[in-house]
């Protein structure tokens, strides 16, 4: 006859999980610094908690997850209001927790209960948990963490859109130039999804704060940091080449300040941000409707300029790129010859 003396527990449903996560959250609060063991303890249920909550929503590797208790769990999670404890706590979560953490958000905001996308309509609810996770950037320790989360989030319209609006939206132009190169790559990447990833929404804000945003971008083409110069410059081509956004690249190209900033990128150290400037200032030069300003300027640089584009991508460029560069050429020459400008 056998005695079993540990009987085996039961696994917790998505509603038992879901409440053991926020009591575990909560409990950290209780429990002061100086009380390291407790802490310690504390801190080990909440971790264990955060990977019995992944393996229910991505499996463990052997078995695949169910998906109706990853829709339980998903809806529990939303009505205990743990998203916002997810948020909150992760500045004092290990390394790993926070990982895992991602990884159960990455799944539950995409998640739908009854046609349902009840993560979204939580965020939507508690707006202010996107200005958290933005702030979050100037913590290096979490900056990673929470720029995937909120990766995430953008990949929704309206989370995207209230970013954009939000006054953290400017912080981006400090994060990107953080002198921690992880973290100010992964702002980047996150600025980059905030003005690419919804164009009607992205076409409404830059029409709504023009000048603002513009003036701030001018500093980050202007920047001292290699790196800053040549993504911003890139990622000006992606979004003010969209079509929705061509009535802002009409705006764009009319202006002096703006083509005289891509003029000095031709003289850039780097054949790779002077290539890259070449393809927004041919812009400027083939607007069939440039302002008197614009032409004067193209007409009293001519001789610089000319020289600078006949020494542009010698002998690294391709057939279409040497046929643009004689083309913009030629229209200068044009512009150069114009008799009534100075008139």
């Known amino acids: 006859m056998s005695f079993s003396f540990f009987k085996a527990s039961r696994p917790k449903t998505p509603s038992e999980l879901a409440k053991a996560v926020k009591d575990s959250?909560?409990?950290?609060?209780?429990?002061?610094?100086?009380?390291?063991?407790a802490l310690d303890k504390a801190m080990e249920e909440v971790e264990k908690n955060i990977v019995a909550m992944k393996v229910m929503l991505a499996g463990d590797g052997e078995?695949?997850?169910?998906?109706?208790?990853?829709?339980?769990?998903?809806?529990?999670?939303?009505?205990?209001?743990?998203?916002?404890?997810?948020?909150?706590?992760?500045?004092?979560?290990?390394?790993?927790?926070?990982?895992?953490?991602?990884?159960?958000?990455?799944?539950?905001?995409?998640?739908?209960?009854?046609?349902?996308?009840?993560?979204v309509q939580y965020m939507e609810k508690h707006?202010?948990?996107?200005?958290?996770?933005?702030?979050?950037?100037?913590?290096?320790?979490?900056?990673?963490?929470?720029?995937?989360?909120?990766?995430?989030?953008?990949?929704?319209?309206?989370?995207?859109?209230?970013?954009?609006?939000?006054?953290?939206?400017e912080l981006f132009f400090k994060f990107v130039e953080l002198p921690n190169f992880d973290v100010a790559?992964?702002?980047?990447?996150t600025f980059k999804d905030l003005l690419t990833k919804h164009e009607s929404a992205v076409s409404q804000y830059l029409s709504d704060n023009y000048n603002e945003f513009f003036e701030q971008y001018e500093k980050l083409l202007t920047s001292p940091n290699y790196v800053t110069r040549r993504q911003s410059l890139k990622l000006l081509s992606e979004f003010l080449l969209e079509p929705p956004n061509s009535h802002i690249m009409k705006r764009y190209i009319a202006e002096v300040s703006h083509l005289k900033v891509m003029m000095n990128l031709l003289k850039d150290s780097s054949k790779n941000i002077q290539i890259s400037a070449f393809h927004i200032f041919k812009v400027f030069v083939a607007n069939p409707n440039k302002p008197r300003e614009i032409k004067l300027i193209l007409a009293k640089n001519h001789e610089r300029l000319l020289a600078l584009l006949n020494?542009?991508?010698?002998?690294?460029?391709?057939?279409?790129?040497?046929?643009?560069?004689?083309?913009?050429?030629?229209?200068?020459e044009k512009v150069s010859r114009l008799a009534n400008l100075e008139s």
């Open 311 to 332: 020494n542009l991508g010698k002998g690294g460029e391709d057939d279409q790129f040497e046929e643009e560069k004689e083309l913009i050429m030629k229209e200068i």
């Open 185 to 189: 790559s992964d702002a980047f990447s």
């Open 63 to 119: 078995v695949e997850p169910n998906l109706d208790q990853v829709a339980q769990l998903t809806l529990e999670v939303c009505n205990e209001d743990v998203i916002a404890l997810f948020i909150h706590k992760l500045p004092i979560l290990g390394w790993e927790a926070r990982k895992n953490l991602v990884h159960c958000w990455s799944i539950m905001l995409k998640q739908k209960v009854d046609s349902t996308v009840c993560c």
């Open 127 to 169: 707006l202010e948990l996107l200005d958290f996770l933005v702030v979050c950037y100037d913590n290096k320790e979490i900056a990673l963490h929470c720029g995937g989360m909120l990766r995430e989030c953008i990949k929704l319209p309206s989370l995207a859109k209230y970013i954009l609006e939000s006054p953290s939206f």
């Open 25 to 37: 959250f909560n409990a950290l609060d209780s429990i002061t610094v100086a009380e390291v063991k």
